[in-house]
């Protein structure tokens, strides 16, 4: 029997982001420190039968949206089988994906075809040179091929994501918004959080949502854009005339906890009920050690009740966490 999944401050949870994997084939130097990282070993990954089984019971409980992160997801084997296999569950409304795009020109046309209706592309410089410093050596032309790859594929619209970062590449703030003036795109300028690399988080480094607003200003005005969209956390304009869309997403001055949707499952199965909580509920040992459904639903119901009112990361210099977005899932 289906219900829905409600936490203690009212509000319902429908999405689940899933992360199947923590490895990546970037190396970026705000992501992965420069020492690199201790993968999780295979056998601790979850296997997407594992998956799949708490997806299905998590729809019974009303999750009907799913996002598919890594690492980079395109990098695990048969990824696409799981989309398939997702698709077929005809409680699941919206299925997308998060990668950095150097895959999807060889995976758009089969992730469309099994059912993907969405990709959202992690995208931190415009520049050929700059992008090969970032990534540690990747080509910026296979990222805008997979791109129009997925135009193509029909994964519209497309959702480029960019964190602007002081001295690093606020410089291209401007280039980026630009983007949307010809293409039918849509740029998210995402505030800059406290997790990745230990060496690249200083708050002197961080640019505010309102910052960005007033130097995209210098385009145009900002018009609110009224479409019917999948916004998620992104407050949506326009500049005027552009055939794309330009968002803010604003963890850290204007966080968006009081509407918050999301559950993330990690790539070792863990069920996080808020990015910035180390809170976690383990689902893949009982799972492993043959518990029922019952046993899981009582878990991703627990996950719900233990989710916090709101993360309180601009009430002081943020922390640091843990673990790092390819652990905990894009």
């Not at 019971?57 to 089988?81: C, H, N, Q």
């Not at 990668?99 to 758009?108: I, S, W």
């Not at 970032?134 to 594929?153: C, P």
């Amino acid at each position: 029997m289906s219900g829905h999944l409600q936490d203690h401050f009212e509000r319902r949870i429908d999405y689940m982001r899933i992360s199947v994997t923590d490895r990546c084939n970037l190396r970026c130097i705000y992501c992965m420190p420069s020492e690199g990282v201790r993968f999780i070993e295979h056998r601790e990954i979850l296997r997407y039968e594992e998956i799949l089984r708490i997806v299905r019971i998590a729809t019974r409980l009303g999750i009907s949206k799913v996002r598919i992160t890594g690492g980079e997801p395109l990098v695990r084997k048969d990824i696409v089988r799981l989309i398939e296999s997702l698709a077929e569950m005809t409680e699941i409304e919206d299925i997308s994906l998060t990668t950095n795009g150097v895959l999807l020109k060889a995976y758009a046309g089969d992730l469309s075809r099994a059912g993907l209706q969405r990709v959202n592309v992690s995208l931190d410089s415009l520049s050929p040179e700059r992008y090969e410093i970032i990534t540690r050596g990747r080509h910026l032309s296979d990222v805008w091929d997979g791109i129009e790859e997925a135009e193509n594929a029909g994964l519209k619209p497309v959702k480029i994501n960019i964190v602007p970062i002081k001295g690093f590449n606020d410089d291209e703030i401007l280039d980026f918004a630009m983007l949307t003036l010809r293409r039918p795109v849509d740029v998210r300028f995402i505030e800059f959080m406290p997790i990745g690399a230990k060496e690249m988080w200083d708050e002197r480094k961080y640019i505010s949502t309102g910052e960005i607003k007033e130097r995209i200003r210098t385009l145009g005005d900002l018009v609110p854009d009224r479409s019917e969209r999948q916004a998620g956390p992104a407050e949506n304009y326009r500049l005027p005339g552009a055939v794309g869309v330009i968002g803010f997403i604003s963890p850290l001055t204007n966080h968006f906890c009081s509407s918050c949707n999301r559950l993330r499952l990690t790539a070792d199965g863990k069920m996080r009920p808020c990015l910035f909580s180390e809170s976690e509920i383990d689902l893949k040992n009982p799972i492993r050690n043959g518990c029922d459904d019952t046993e899981i639903e009582r878990l991703l119901s627990l996950a719900v009740s233990v989710k916090p009112k709101e993360h309180r990361l601009g009430e002081r210099i943020p922390r640091r966490f843990q673990r790092t977005m390819s652990k905990i899932g894009g």
